[in-house]
């Protein structure tokens, strides 16, 4: 999206309205083509002041009330055969499974699926072959079409038109403010990672002069458990006095 809307701004605006009719047109005559693309691309250009969002809206409008009508005259003169011939051309998008779909929409709303199917991509492109190939009335269908056509194209342009100026004046009001947050949250997570480096680096200093520490003298030093008893001997040797046994046996032992 972001690619067709450059290429947009590279036209001038006269041509940009003449692409929004001619795409959504074609598109509402039953053939597969990004007009809810366009419509968008369009809209958000707008909001940068590139074209207007009134007639971007209008020629959207048009496109999609002559588009449909054509497609239904077309719907109701070539019938069923009409569109399987298009599900054989377009199997992905026209096939018998979203035909199908399509009337039953149509079988349970009547002529309101022509108008919420504006808002569907699968309704969008067969709601006037279909509605033809059916024979709805037409005039019936016309109303549905253009009330559709309308809140759609003027709804959509003006819904994006709107977040895109709203999103533009808030990225310009908060550029300063959001500029000294970056620099104090740099500067934060910096000082927070500093100090939690020095405390591990004092911990470990900490631990190793405790296991460097050797008793002086080279003696042990034993403490009674369990009613036996140690005693440094000379040398630097341990005998251990088991009880009720002589010292002096013990020694020679």
């Known amino acids: 999206m972001i690619d067709v809307q450059h290429w947009l701004s590279a036209l001038p605006p006269g041509v940009v309205y003449l692409l929004v009719a001619g795409v959504i ?24 002041g590139v ?9 959207a409008a048009f496109g999609a ?41 149509f079988a349970r709303h009547g002529v309101w699926a022509v108008f919420f199917g504006r808002f569907v991509a699968l309704l969008r492109i ?38 895109g100026r709203a999103a533009e004046h808030w990225l310009k009001d908060i550029s300063w403010a959001g500029l000294v947050l970056a620099v104090l949250a740099g500067l934060g997570s910096t000082w927070w990672l500093r100090r939690r480096a020095h405390r591990v680096a004092s911990a470990d200093g900490a631990a190793d ?13 034993g403490a ?3 009613g036996h008893s140690v005693a440094a001997a000379s040398g630097g040797q341990a005998a251990v006095v088991a009880p009720d046994v002589e010292p002096t046996r013990a020694a020679e032992h």
Not at 51 to 59: D, L, Q, T
Not at 143 to 158: D, Q, R
Not at 210 to 217: I, L, Q, T
Request: without cysteine; charged residues 15%; aromatic residues 8%.
């Open 25 to 48: 047109g074609v598109e509402s005559m039953g053939v597969p083509l990004p007009g809810e693309i366009v419509l968008v691309s369009s809209a958000l250009l707008a909001a940068t």
């Open 51 to 59: 074209v207007e969002p009134e007639w971007v809206a209008s020629a």
């Open 65 to 105: 009330i002559v588009g449909d009508s054509v497609g239904y005259a077309v719907g109701r003169r070539g019938g069923r055969p009409l569109l399987a011939r298009l599900g054989r051309r377009f199997p992905k998008h026209l096939g018998p499974a979203q035909l199908a779909r399509a009337e039953q929409s």
């Open 126 to 163: 067969l709601a006037g072959p279909l509605a033809g190939a059916l024979h709805v009335p037409y005039r019936r269908f016309l109303v549905a079409n253009a009330a559709g056509g309308l809140v759609w194209a003027f709804g959509t342009t003006y819904l994006l038109y709107s977040v």
């Open 209 to 221: 002069m405790e296991a460097a520490e050797v008793p002086s003298g080279g003696q042990s030093v």
């Open 224 to 226: 009674a458990s369990g």
